[in-house]
T-cell receptor, first 116, second 114 residues
Framework: AQKVTQAQTEISVVEKEDVTLDCVYE???????LFWYKQPPSGELVFLIR??????QNEISGRYSWNFQKSTSSFNFTITASQVVDSAVYFC?????????????FGSGTRLQVQP | DSGVTQTPKHLITATGQRVTLRCSPR?????VYWYQQSLDQGLQFLIQ???????AKGNILERFSAQQFPDLHSELNLSSLELGDSALYFC?????????????FGQGTRLTVV
């Protein structure tokens, strides 16, 4: 069975601070995908990134960066120089890769509040 | 805008009733997924359809059913509703050209059972 753990329920930072959201996963699959989604106060789920299990290269997109470490089953997300618009709930998720089944197993989410 | 359309956006109904949620996937996407987001259960996968066929089933109650039509839109039917069914129901779709690896979500239907 798959499991995603986001131990940080809520994080509060002041604008321009860097913040890291932790994600730890469990799976028996040898190939899988990892994701981060953002849910702003308006409620929709916004796709941020997908990472294949065989690609451990870290990725940077503007102020966002992701650190994937297979050895520790972690896929952490860092926001550099946070802004008020980053305030949202962030979800880490996992899906199988070997079959056509693409159901996402989500973590419980981390609520990020960025204070001005 | 993700390109996935869900209707209605809000729905208020009484216990014991039946409702139908509708989802139109992005153009070209063959897979449709339904998820439920509630305060106590979080985001849970309900069911996946691929080109009209059921592909995967998650924690979907027997009172719930879904289908995907030939035009690829999908409906989620919820019957004998209980207070605990109040939640945000998301539909998502993905494209086989991308290996179905990126699911794009609609804005959700907020169901309130009173």
């Amino acid at each position: 069975a798959q499991k995603v753990t986001q131990a940080q329920t809520e994080i509060s930072v002041v604008e321009k601070e860097d913040v890291t959201l932790d994600c730890v996963y469990e799976t028996r699959d040898t190939t899988y995908y990892l994701f981060w989604y953002k849910q702003p106060p308006s409620g929709e789920l916004v796709f941020l990134i997908r990472r294949n299990s065989f690609d451990e290269q870290n990725e940077i997109s503007g102020r966002y960066s992701w650190n994937f470490q297979k050895s520790t089953s972690s896929f952490n997300f860092t926001i550099t120089a946070s802004q008020v618009v980053d305030s949202a709930v962030y979800f880490c998720a996992l899906s199988e890769a070997g079959t056509g089944r693409r159901a996402l197993t989500f973590g419980s989410g981390t609520r990020l509040q960025v204070q001005p | 805008d993700s390109g996935v359309t869900q209707t209605p956006k809000h729905l208020i109904t009484a216990t014991g009733q039946r409702v139908t949620l509708r989802c139109s996937p992005r153009s070209g996407d063959l897979s449709v997924y339904w998820y439920q987001q509630s305060l106590d259960q979080g985001l849970q996968f309900l069911i996946q359809y691929y080109n009209g066929e059921e592909r995967a089933k998650g924690n979907i109650l027997e009172r719930f059913s879904a289908q995907q039509f030939p035009d690829l839109h999908s409906e989620l039917n919820l019957s004998s509703l209980e207070l605990g069914d109040s939640a945000l129901y998301f539909c998502a779709s993905s494209a086989p050209t991308a290996g179905d690896t990126e699911a794009f979500f609609g804005q959700g239907t907020r169901l309130t059972v009173v």
